[in-house]
């Protein structure tokens, strides 16, 4: 089985995660490098600045969807490790693609996609935990670090097996490094809220 190879299960998921749809999708609607606009980031926050829900929408689910169907696929196996090596190997290819000079998106639709696939109680916690801190705090950056650290600190209250908690928790490191500039920003007040350019 391919799950028998773990060099082979994390190429063919880092280069899964590393297809750039944000890019793909900007480009063929004639939406221009979607790197030269706002944040110069791939992923979907970015791309509702091009001024197109729809495209936004469709990068979101295109960029969560990588991350579930390789995750989920690989877990037939039933090997832990296998499986969040897979998980861990998606995130960090959209973060990091091959195709863009490793030069990618945060990781927060692909994370949430890869928890939700490792457990699914933690992908309603990170839509909850980021709807709620989204809606009272107004900051998207900040949404996205609540729920990956609740999701982190989840894998364990779950008693989930190590390998996935271990992830999890990589996973919730990766996006908070991903965030620095944000991080910044909310520490020094600039941060824009959600509907703010």
């Not at 944040?39 to 936004?56: C, E, Y």
């Not at 169907?69 to 090596?85: E, F, Q, R």
Request: with cysteine; net charge positive.
């Amino acid at each position: 089985m391919i799950t028998d190879s773990y060099p082979l299960v994390a190429t063919i998921a880092y280069l899964v995660g590393s297809i750039p749809f944000g890019l793909i999708l900007t480009k063929m609607a004639g939406r221009g490098d979607i790197r030269a606009i706002g944040s110069g980031n791939i992923g979907a926050t970015n791309v509702l600045r091009t001024g197109s829900k729809k495209l936004a929408v469709l990068t979101l689910c295109l960029d969560a969807g990588k991350g579930a169907a390789i995750t989920l696929l690989v877990a037939i196996s039933g090997n832990h490790v296998v499986v969040a090596l897979a998980g861990l190997a998606v995130t960090f290819g959209h973060c990091f693609p091959v195709w863009l000079r490793f030069q990618g998106g945060k990781g927060v639709a692909t994370s949430l996609a890869v928890f939700a696939a490792f457990d699914w109680r933690l992908g309603v916690l990170f839509c909850v935990v980021w709807l709620g801190t989204a809606l009272v705090l107004r900051f998207s950056s900040l949404a996205a670090l609540v729920s990956a650290m609740t999701c982190g600190i989840a894998g364990f209250v779950l008693h989930l097996p190590a390998p996935i908690a271990i992830a999890m928790l990589v996973l919730t490191g990766l996006i908070w490094t991903r965030h620095h500039k944000n991080i910044g920003r909310l520490l020094a007040g600039t941060e824009p809220k959600i509907g703010e350019q």
